[in-house]
């Protein structure tokens, strides 16, 4: 019967047998700072926009919405929290475990995501009950309020995804990942200015998180095969 300090032993084995992407510390701790401060600073950039063109109110229905989101990333039961731990135990170039954790973790952020989704029209009436929205916006929140799920779901997977790249050491992919998400974000927001709405910033939200997990997905097909 294997013991279980021959199972941490064969898990510290594979992990020393990964060789990241990148060997130097500096390059890994340089890309990890700019993974860090760079989204950030481009995030920061787009309030004055979302605030000019939606005004103070329109900017509120979106901070709520982003709340929220945040709020119900942190109930997702350890899933964000523990997918780099989890996938370092299991990192190997020919680790059977990491594809079928990848699919675990997959699952109960799908679950908890539906869950949100499946929940989406009493969570939007109870908070349009509560907040005063006013009544221009009612129509374009709600129907934000009623599919947040959707961009819970895509966060939990970028989450997921992150925690893997993390693992193995790629640092450059995520911080190039993350900042062209959010400079596509930027981007559309000054292309669509002139006509924006709460429903168009939720619409670029969804692109901006769907070319982040393709392109976190592209960098973690090792992990996919």
């Known amino acids: 019967m294997t013991s279980r300090r021959d199972i ?15 060997d130097s510390l500096t390059a890994h701790t340089l890309w990890n700072g700019a993974g860090q401060i760079v989204p950030q600073i481009i995030s920061i950039a787009t309030i004055p926009i979302i605030i000019h063109h939606l005004g103070v109110d329109g900017y509120g229905v979106w901070a709520l919405a982003n709340t929220l989101i945040i709020f119900a990333v942190n109930l997702d039961g350890g899933v964000s929290s523990s997918a780099q731990r989890f996938f370092a ?6 680790s059977k475990y990491a594809p079928r954790l990848a699919l675990t973790l ?15 029209p009493l969570i939007a009436t109870a908070i349009l009950s509560i907040v005063h929205v006013p009544v221009a916006l009612q129509p374009a929140a709600m129907i934000m309020f009623r599919n947040l799920g959707v961009l819970i779901a895509l966060i939990l997977l970028s989450n997921i995804l992150t925690g893997y790249l993390r693992a193995a050491g790629r640092w450059r992919a995520i911080t190039v990942s993350t900042t062209t998400a959010n400079l596509g974000f930027l981007i559309g927001l000054l292309y669509t200015a002139r006509d924006l709405t709460v429903l168009t910033v939720f619409a670029l939200a969804l692109l901006q998180l769907g070319v982040l997990n393709l392109m976190l997905t592209i960098n973690s097909r090792q992990l996919l095969r």
């Open 8 to 22: 941490w032993s064969r898990r510290r084995t594979q992990l020393q047998s990964f060789t990241p992407k990148t």
């Open 89 to 94: 135990l299991h990192l190997s170039p020919h």
């Open 106 to 120: 997959l699952i109960v952020a799908t679950g908890f995501a539906g869950l949100i989704y499946v929940l989406g």
